[in-house]
């Protein structure tokens, strides 16, 4: 098999139809065998029960769904793990990166001779200024705390040569950050530029909270920075007391000191204060290492479309012209 894409998908009812209409399209044209591994992540909704019935009709259409919930990342790699072709492609279902660049990706990959292609976003003006503003100091921590090859305009859209997959899939990490895990690994590497293109249905799947534990995970997963910024802080609030010390002894000395509780009760909170930081940035180190001893799966799968496919006799499948299917048919009215 030459193509998977690899689709992970939560509560995406109201756009699965119109990302099938433009990506069945795409994958057809291509004239090669292909897959498509959409990645349910413990939806709640009639995703999967839609899933089912597009594959009636379109039977490279493989569904993998997780018994519950477990991120968008950690669907990406049960995606990754159950992908077969030679070349893997990661896209979201919200159409914000557009299908089309798929077979794009799929010739700069060949003609160039690279592992990895990565698709770049060289317009945002669909996201919101929040959106844009807190994503560019997302990754301007990253390349300050990672390294410079971390690109500001690069998700988790990309094409993997197999080679990068099977690295990949042989990490041990419990959570990791596809984003910056693939790029440190040092795989020769194209990009295609893309408009990035406004959510086609349904709301966002990475709020505020999400996008913050995003964050902590690819802090503490590739650096031990904070660790460090904790020895700082210690550091320094060591040497702010040995001043208070000394100019507590001056003032004793000259006789000038007057009892009070203002400058004791502040340097408390400043010690305390600096102590809490310092204990949980090492508990979100402690933390990981708890649960890489753990060994727990990070997801489990409830169905394979594929087991159940391999179990069935085969079958004539209609002709891939007559089901595609129109995206104006599922226009959602303002």
């Known amino acids: 098999m030459t193509l998977s894409v690899v689709t992970p998908m939560y509560n995406e009812r109201e756009a699965v139809d119109h990302f099938v209409a433009r990506l069945r399209p795409v994958l057809d044209r291509l004239d090669e065998p292909y897959e498509v591994v959409a990645v349910d992540d413990g939806s709640s909704d009639a995703t999967v029960a839609r899933l089912m019935q597009l594959k009636t009709d379109w039977p490279e259409l493989r569904i993998v769904a997780l018994r519950r919930n477990v991120g968008h990342q950690t669907a990406l790699r049960a995606g990754l793990l159950a992908a077969r072709g030679d070349y893997v492609v990661s896209i979201d279902a919200d159409l914000q990166d557009p299908p089309e660049t798929i077979s794009e990706m799929l010739a700069a990959a060949r003609e160039q001779n690279v592992d990895v292609v990565y698709g770049v976003r060289c317009d945002r003006s669909t996201d919101t200024a929040f959106k844009r503003n807190t994503a560019g100091a997302y990754y ?23 080679a ?3 690295v990949l899939n042989a990490l041990p990490e419990p959570r990791p950050v596809y984003r910056l895990v693939v790029p440190s690994l040092g795989f020769a590497g194209a ?3 893309y408009v990035r293109e406004e959510r086609v249905a349904g709301t966002t799947k990475y709020p505020l909270s999400r996008m ?8 503490t997963g590739f650096s031990a920075s904070p660790l460090r910024i904790a020895t700082w802080l210690g550091l320094l609030s060591f040497v702010l007391c040995l001043g208070l010390i000394v100019t507590t002894l001056v003032a004793w000395g000259s006789g000038a000191t ?9 340097a408390v909170l400043l010690l305390g ?3 809490l930081i310092c204990l949980g940035l090492l508990g979100e180190y402690v933390g990981r290492i708890y649960a890489a001893t753990q060994k727990r799966p990070p997801f489990l799968v409830a ?27 599922f226009a959602v009215s303002a």
């Open 164 to 166: 990068v997959v099977d």
């Open 258 to 266: 007057v009892p009070g509780w203002s400058s004791l009760f502040i």
């Open 303 to 329: 169905l394979d479309t594929a087991r159940l496919d391999a179990a069935r006799p085969a079958t004539v499948h209609p002709p891939a012209a007559e089901t595609t299917l129109d995206p104006d048919q």
């Open 212 to 219: 913050i534990r995003l964050t902590f995970d690819s802090i």
């Open 191 to 193: 990009e295609v530029p």
């Open 273 to 275: 204060g600096i102590q």
């Open 140 to 162: 301007w921590m990253m390349r300050k705390l990672i390294g410079p090859w971390v690109s500001d305009q690069a998700g988790d859209f990309r094409l993997m040569s197999r």
